[in-house]
């Protein structure tokens, strides 16, 4: 007679996944990233609140590929040359 109700519900949801295997899960996930670094970084717990945190290399060997952050200080002079430019082409005309 209900049977209308149990095809509004739907089917059975997936599962969520519990505390101890989502730990477990995550724990394997950081452990399988740090083995894949060149060089570990050192590891601290706080007992008191249960954090973690790492003291990581400067720079991380995909990062060295980066380009270097262009300095702020050279792009100044740069538009002063740009605006000089314009006075002498304006000159010119």
């Known amino acids: 007679m209900f049977d209308f109700l149990k095809r509004l519900r739907g089917g059975p949801g997936e599962a969520e996944e519990g505390q101890r295997a989502k730990f477990e899960r ?6 399988a990233a740090i083995a894949e670094l060149p060089e570990k970084p050192a590891v601290t717990i706080t007992p008191e609140t249960g954090a973690l945190s790492f003291e990581m290399p400067e720079q991380f060997p995909d990062e060295a590929l980066a380009l270097p952050k262009p300095d702020a200080t050279e792009s100044e002079p740069e538009s002063d040359n740009a605006e000089d ?8 005309v």
Request: charged residues 50%.
């Open 85 to 92: 430019t314009e006075k002498e082409e304006a000159k010119a």
């Open 26 to 31: 995550l724990v394997e996930e950081l452990n």
